[in-house]
């Protein structure tokens, strides 16, 4: 799935929020992208009330500062 919107900042560097991936093991995930030595956004896997059971993320920078979250939706 691609989500997009558009902002003030289109067409500007930067103007991408986040480039978001899906995946149905987000502590094997979060670990495989801890051994890479990534900058995060947060510390560790955060959780919200989306979707019917809620979802885990966690976002880390990538080398020009966009945003990557990975995410898991909760069953």
């Known amino acids: ?4 919107w558009e902002e003030k900042t289109a067409g500007q560097p930067g103007a991408i929020n986040h480039i978001a991936l ?3 093991e987000i502590e094997k995930a979060f670990r495989a992208v801890k ?3 990534v ?3 947060d510390e560790g ?16 920078f990538g080398p ?3 945003i990557f979250e990975v995410c898991q939706i909760l069953k």
């Open 35 to 37: 051994e890479l030595n």
């Open 64 to 66: 020009n500062r966009e």
């Open 1 to 4: 799935m691609l989500e997009s």
């Open 45 to 60: 896997i955060q959780e919200l009330p989306y979707w019917e059971h809620g979802i885990k993320y966690f976002n880390f």
């Open 22 to 24: 899906d995946t149905n």
């Open 39 to 41: 900058e995060f956004k």
